[in-house]
């Protein structure tokens, strides 16, 4: 079965720093994975995603995220964040279907980032 | 950029009600989807739906929820007589169902049972 696990539920940053969220995933098969960022009181925005090739893929607003399948991990980067990367931050693997794609999320990581 | 649009934003009934949550998913996608996030919590499945049914569903999706697609347009999903505890932010989303595609969500409907 998939799964996602997000062992941070809460990471507190200096602006300016750099950030590591940390994703884990379960799958059978080979994985396609993706980063959402939710803003509070908005919905889920793609960050990037990974499906094949190159396993550092680069994002929107400076992210990155490296996929290492002898660790199961799929961790999103940024060098130095800014104060309005303060969001949710949802991991998810998906899955292939004949009806379609399915998407399971991790339960999340809330950034926080300080002056 | 096409856009996955929810409506309304903030919906307020009383408990024993029906409720319907509408969905606008983007025009040339296929496949559609409801998720559900209690407040704090994780984003959970609801149900996916491709032509013309459900495709898969999660346990959390009973007899008193129901998706339609009743025109060309709109997805909707209609929980039937609503318990404090479907209050929660829902999502709809879309996807082309191309292999390795994302997901494209809409801005949420807040659902408050009360």
């Known amino acids: 079965a998939q799964s996602v696990t997000q062992p941070d539920i809460h990471i507190t940053v200096s602006e300016g720093a750099s950030l590591e969220l940390r994703c884990n995933y379960s799958y059978g098969a080979t994985p396609y994975l993706f980063w959402y960022v939710q803003s509070p009181g908005q919905g889920l925005q793609l960050l990037l995603k990974y499906f094949s090739g190159d396993t550092l893929v680069q994002g929107i607003k400076g992210f990155e995220a490296e996929f290492k399948r002898s660790q199961s991990s799929f961790n999103l980067r940024k060098p130095s964040v800014h104060w309005s990367d303060a969001a949710e931050y949802f991991c998810?693997?998906?899955?292939?279907?004949?009806?379609?794609?399915?998407?399971?999320f991790g339960t999340g990581t809330s950034l926080t980032v300080i002056p | 950029e096409p856009e996955v649009t929810q409506t309304p934003s903030h919906q307020v009934t009383q408990m024993g009600q029906e409720v319907i949550l509408r969905c606008v998913p983007i025009?040339?996608?296929?496949?559609f989807y409801w998720y559900r996030q209690i407040l704090g919590q994780k984003v959970e499945f609801l149900v996916s739906f491709y032509n013309n049914e459900i495709s898969e569903k999660s346990e959390i999706f009973d007899d008193q929820f129901s998706v339609e697609r009743p025109d060309g347009s709109n997805f909707t999903l209609k929980i039937r007589s609503t318990k404090l505890e479907d209050s929660a932010m829902y999502f709809c989303a879309s996807s082309d169902g191309g292999f390795g595609t994302e997901a494209f969500f809409g801005q949420g409907t807040r659902l408050t049972v009360v």
């Open positions: 998810a693997v998906g899955a292939h279907r004949n009806t379609g794609n399915q998407f399971y």
């Open positions: 025009s040339n996608h296929l496949y």
